[in-house]
DNA sequence: GCCCAGGAGATGT
DNA sequence: ACATCTCATGGG
């Protein structure tokens, strides 16, 4: 069933821009259970259509299809580089999780790389999750905290997430004694950011990750190896360190930092603007 | 074999 | 507050 028509690239969004790593993809279908539900998503001339049976308004808010991304380039016209890195993109779109999941996604992407990072949220969803039969191939729910919360520290470390196995376990433990994980959207940002680094395995970045894609604060701007070289390359960030950085970005970036940070991110990582 | 990866935590200053 | 080390694993 159709249910959208606006710009996006799926294969971008999904599979290639490192914000999400737990869909699979079958010919020029992408696949994944989503809100409990497997679908596959494919786009064509016609718009983007769902194969399964899915709230159209989840997926809608999932693939943040209710933003205009038409005036994003812009707002940062008076940054040459920015408007740039948007317009490069047109497809591309910054996805809202579930907190949950951008939580264990960037736990995992702690000092890794992106396809390290994606076998191992496949295999946490493979060993943990919910299997799903379907026309393309067998899709995986992601697994609730409380299943991770109860699995051996061994049983994680065969996945060769390495050190980042108690990470996972202690903050789905810490998830199921009542951490407000669902609350943090409506929080101010700087209160979010603040809870988010009192788990363990999340950091300045990772806080700033999960808020920013799984919790709908477009303001959080994550600092990492790619954006401190674009920052610095750019936008005058030069000798500052990752904290100066990120703090100079969203001041100047302002409300929409985050959905910014994406293009850059994307474009410096890939090549498409020198670093 | 080497350096690197969407860093975090511990330690020392 | 800031700089430096180490951490597990494998991609390129």
Wanted: aromatic fraction near 10%; glycine fraction near 8%.
């Amino acid at each position: 069933m159709l249910i959208g028509n606006e710009p996006a690239d799926l294969k971008l969004m999904l599979m290639d821009s490192a914000q999400c790593f737990r869909w699979e993809r079958a010919g020029d279908s992408f696949g994944a259970v989503i809100n409990g539900k497997p679908v596959w998503l494919k786009s064509d001339d016609s718009g983007i259509h769902a194969d399964g049976e899915c709230d159209i308004a989840y997926l809608r808010r999932y693939l943040d299809l209710e933003r205009d991304y038409s005036s994003l380039a812009g707002m940062y016209a008076q940054y040459p580089a920015a408007a740039n890195a948007i317009t490069l993109y047109p497809g591309l779109r910054v996805l809202n999780q579930e907190p949950w999941e951008a939580l264990v996604s960037f736990i995992m992407s702690a000092n890794n790389n992106v396809s390290r990072i994606r076998g191992l949220v496949m295999a946490i969803m493979r060993r943990f999750g919910t299997a799903f039969h379907t026309e393309n191939g067998t899709l995986y729910s992601f697994p609730e905290p409380s299943v991770i919360a109860a699995a051996s520290l061994e049983a994680l470390t065969e996945l060769r997430m390495g050190y980042r196995a108690p990470y996972l376990k202690n903050t789905a433990t810490i998830i199921c004694e009542g951490f407000p994980i669902e609350t943090l959207s409506d929080m101010p940002y700087e209160e979010a950011h603040k809870l988010l680094t009192t788990l363990p395995g999340v950091g300045d970045k990772v806080a700033d990750c999960v808020l920013l894609f799984g919790c709908e604060h477009a303001s959080a701007f994550p600092v990492d190896v790619w954006v401190e070289r674009l920052m610095r390359s750019w936008f005058g960030a030069e000798g500052l360190n990752r904290r100066q950085i990120k703090a100079l970005a969203r001041e100047k970036f302002g409300d929409h930092a985050g959905l910014l940070q994406q293009f850059l991110f994307h474009a410096a990582r890939t090549g498409a603007i020198n670093v």
